[in-house]
């Protein structure tokens, strides 16, 4: 099985670049996805395999690998964004499926 | 338009048991697998079980391996989650998700449903 780690919180300031870290070692073998859920919603996919953004998300959300860590970069960060964000991530068979812990972004 | 509506949470005792439904419309129900996935108050997201289209794949989290049961009808475009032998640490809400043809992530995911374990 697997683990990925978030940092519990990013701050950012509006119009500023909020990046989120997801470390584990289900990367790079595997692929990254994130979600974003806001307050009392369901998650929403903003990235999947690594950095592919799905129909209708802002281009605002990007993503990128490095080794074992995994990036999602939020650009001209707004209050709007301020979210939960999720990593995850699943091994080649389906297997084992993990979420990293999240992190709570604020934008003030 | 993609929906999927869990039902069946509730409050139960510690021990007890509990069946969750998930309905699906909108897609080819039987082309998907389909999986549940949980979030405790205040908690992170926590993957349960994965079942694929004809139930020959069905994985659990070791935090439920041996209570809980997944299942789903392609007939009746339904899902459902058997939880025995529940504890405190089972509270949660409940989210039934679709996930992506040919893919091992949760493409579209339900409202929830909430299942309380009290004594």
């Known amino acids: 099985s697997y683990e990925l780690t978030q940092p519990p919180s990013v701050s950012v300031s509006p119009g500023q670049t909020a990046r989120i870290t997801c470390s584990g070692d289900?990367?790079?073998?595997?692929?990254a996805y994130w979600y974003q859920q806001k307050s009392g919603q369901a998650p929403v996919l903003v990235i999947y395999?690594?950095?592919k953004r799905p129909s209708g998300i802002s281009n605002r959300f990007s993503g990128s690998t490095s080794g074992t860590m995994a990036t999602l970069a939020l650009s001209g960060a707004q209050v709007e964004d301020e979210a939960d964000y999720y990593c995850?991530?699943?091994?080649?068979?389906?297997?084992?499926?993990?979420f990293g812990g999240g992190t709570r972004l604020t934008v003030l | 338009e993609v929906q999927v509506a869990e039902s069946g949470g509730g409050l139960v005792k510690p021990g007890g048991s509990l069946r969750l439904s998930c309905a699906a419309s909108?897609?080819?129900?039987?082309?998907?697998?389909m999986n549940w996935v949980r979030q405790a108050p205040g908690k992170g997201l926590e993957w349960v079980s994965s079942?694929?289209?004809?139930?020959?794949?069905?994985y659990y989290a070791d935090s439920v391996k041996g209570r809980f049961t997944i299942s789903r009808d392609n007939a009746k475009n339904s899902l459902y989650l058997q939880m025995s032998s529940l504890r405190f640490e089972d509270t949660a809400t409940y989210y039934c998700?679709?996930?992506?043809?040919?893919?091992?992530?949760?493409?579209?995911w339900g409202k929830g449903t909430t299942v309380t374990v009290s004594s």
């Open positions: 395999e690594d950095f």
């Open positions: 289900a990367f790079p073998k595997n692929y």
């Open positions: 079942i694929s289209t004809t139930d020959t794949y069905i």
């Open positions: 909108g897609f080819i129900f039987s082309a998907h697998s």
């Open positions: 998700a679709r996930e992506a043809y040919g893919y091992y992530y949760m493409d579209f």
């Open positions: 995850y991530s699943a091994d080649r068979r389906g297997e084992y499926r993990v």
